[in-house]
């Protein structure tokens, strides 16, 4: 239960509505800014998501390990198995 009795955020109580947003992004932020303007949540999962897949995507480029790269990789160790004679069965 919270402030008010509140179990959700059904009501225009400041507390319900008035909630601190942090970011720490110092690429894109700059530190200690201070912006006071309504935002709205609803997205906010959508673009963050946006901005982790990206950041994966370059740093695998960055250090080599795209899928096709990591499949290739694996494939050359799975060969070396078989060359020295250690037999490898995919499960399944």
Not at 31 to 60: I, N
Request: proline share 7%; hydrophobic share 40%; glycine share 10%.
């Amino acid at each position: 239960m919270g402030e008010h009795g509140l179990a959700g955020k059904t009501c225009i109580y400041e507390g319900v509505f008035r909630i601190p947003f942090l970011v720490r992004y110092p690429e894109k932020v700059t530190p200690g800014l201070v912006v006071d303007h309504h935002v709205s949540t609803v997205d906010f999962m959508s673009t963050m998501m946006g901005e982790v897949v990206a950041m994966g995507a370059s740093l695998s480029l960055e250090h080599d390990c795209t899928p096709r790269t990591v499949r290739q990789k694996h494939l050359q160790k799975l060969s070396h198995l078989a060359e020295i004679g250690i037999p490898w069965v995919p499960k399944g």
